[in-house]
């Protein structure tokens, strides 16, 4: 199958690549650019650990092609904030201890600068309806929405 | 989980789309969000040789005022009828049952046409355009024609679109402020329906009652209806949800269980609207 060019901003840096039309997104982030930031937990688009934000809005990069992401700007947890430095939303979960394995906080971070964009003043039940798509397997949601409001509550 | 090869086409008008699947034939497959397509893919449930991308057709996403019903593009994402407010002041029922999509991250790319199109029994939005009353409109290279929603589902993931055809847009009939009910049971908040019922009224006041998993399509509860034209109080009504149905038996629910939970929501959906 004859492959396909997508030329993509991420995290603000053009690329542009040659790739199978059955390539998923997060497979690109992944093993072409190397951003391994964004993990791969269910692979059926259930769990949110891949999300990544496409033009702004949370994506499941496990259920969209590489192919689909061309000409878009794509924001991954690396891209959240310069190097050595927080994002409120990072910031929050680390002050309340919104993680325990961490191995879904990357994905769950970038629903939730997703969701405090679309709604700034989330109510408890904003919060867990807004991330219902994102599994925590240590079930550790009562710190995680303790952080997301208080994230709110510091922009 | 990595989908089978497959040939990516991606077009950018209707007509572009319509000639791609003439030339592809049974081959080809339309690619619109891709949130119920792609997870089949890499289950290999779906091989198709060709996919058709019409995700960026913008010309199909829209929300217009029809007269007396809605038109809404095929390509419009659910995030964008859950913020539209002609769907909410026109269809409120719709726009609730788009936010009890899947969850935010899939109704930032699924689209209204594409979960109409996919068919799927299990899924929220052909319950609800059966419940509504809707239309759809589908092109093709024998020109246009329209399907109401009843006659639209022929089977499970099987709907009357030939290959060759694309769906372009579903007309809802507005309700304005009439009443309506969505209940659904799942296991986790982002999981399919095990079962749900939608019961809304329609302009004039009549109830129209659908049912989401309880057999190979979304269907209509007829007997429902019926007992509340006669005028049976909606607890007796809600008693005959689950009368002419063949609800499924899997991991997650048995067919009588289904049959109880179809009595149970309806009951609560008919309080609700």
């Known amino acids: 199958m004859e492959d396909v060019r997508i030329s993509l901003t991420v995290n603000g840096h053009p690329h542009t690549h040659d790739v199978e039309p059955r390539l998923l997104l997060v497979e690109y982030l992944r093993e072409i650019l190397g951003l391994t930031g964004t993990k791969v937990a269910c692979d059926t688009s259930s769990c949110g650990s891949c999300t990544v934000q496409v033009e702004g809005e949370s994506v499941k990069s496990c259920t969209m092609l590489a192919a689909q992401a061309d000409g878009a700007d794509i924001t991954t947890i690396e891209g959240l904030a310069a190097a050595g430095t927080y994002h409120p939303v990072q910031a929050a979960f680390h002050e309340h201890h919104a993680l325990q394995c961490g191995f879904c906080t990357a994905g769950m971070v970038m629903a939730v600068v997703s969701l405090l964009e679309a709604n700034p003043n989330p109510s408890e039940h904003d919060v867990r309806h807004g991330l219902e798509g994102n599994l925590c397997r240590c079930t550790g949601y009562h710190n995680i929405v303790e952080a997301v409001l208080a994230a709110a509550e510091s922009r | ?273």
């Open chain 2, 1 to 273: 989980m990595i989908p089978a090869p497959f040939e990516y086409v991606r077009v950018d008008s209707v007509d572009a789309a319509l000639t791609a699947l003439v030339e592809h034939g049974d081959d080809a497959k339309l690619l619109a969000g891709g949130q119920s397509l792609l997870p089949l893919m890499k289950l290999r449930l779906a091989t198709p040789e060709v996919l058709v991308d019409v995700g960026r057709l913008r010309e199909l996403s829209y929300v217009r005022d029809g007269g007396n019903h809605v038109a809404i593009g095929a390509l419009t994402r659910h995030r964008d009828l859950e913020l539209d407010e002609l769907v909410a002041s026109e269809c409120p029922a719709l726009a609730a049952v788009t936010a009890e999509v899947g969850d935010r991250q899939v109704r930032h790319r699924g689209t209204l046409g594409g979960a109409v199109a996919h068919g799927d029994p299990a899924s929220d939005l052909p319950a609800a355009i059966v419940a509504l009353d809707a239309e759809l409109v589908v092109d093709g290279p024998r020109g246009r024609r329209v399907v109401v929603a009843a006659d639209f589902f022929a089977g499970f993931l099987e709907t009357a679109l030939e290959p060759d055809e694309l769906l372009t847009e579903i007309r809802v009939p507005k309700t304005g402020r009439a009443g309506f009910g969505y209940e659904k049971f799942h296991r986790r908040a982002q999981d399919w329906a095990v079962v749900a019922a939608l019961a809304a009224r329609d302009a004039g006041g009549a109830i129209r009652v659908a049912l989401v998993n309880m057999g190979g399509t979304p269907i209509r509860a007829h007997a429902v209806e019926a007992a509340l034209a006669d005028g049976a109080s909606l607890h007796d009504a809600a008693a005959l949800a689950a009368d002419g149905t063949d609800p499924p038996g899997d991991l997650e629910a048995s067919p009588d269980f289904r049959a109880h939970l179809a009595r149970v929501l309806v009951r609560r959906a008919l309080e609700a609207a």
